[in-house]
């Protein structure tokens, strides 16, 4: 399956392996059937973990990219206080 953005100016495309996609369906299909009391057929189940990708995936796509900047900012900070340690002094 291929879910592809609605950003403007974004040729962003995601790709979802065939297995990852089986897995996903079963789930769905096994929400609705446990929690809803509805069945769903894999058809509708891959439709639903469509429109979620493109009305919502935006919103964990930044969150991810988010969070990795955060940890990337941490990193470089605690590289900073290493390379000041190494430092010689001048004379």
Request: proline share 3%; aromatic share 14%; with cysteine.
């Amino acid at each position: 399956m291929v879910l592809r953005s609605e950003w403007p100016s974004s040729s962003c495309t995601v790709r979802i392996s065939v297995p990852c996609l089986s897995n996903s369906v079963a789930k769905v299909k096994a929400y609705f059937t446990n929690e809803l009391d509805h069945e769903i057929g894999g058809f509708e189940a891959e439709f639903l973990i469509d429109f979620f990708g493109k009305e919502i995936g935006a919103y964990y796509y930044n969150r991810g990219l988010f969070d990795a900047q955060q940890i990337l900012n941490e990193k470089m900070e605690e590289v900073g206080y290493l390379i000041q340690e190494i430092e010689r002094p001048e004379t």
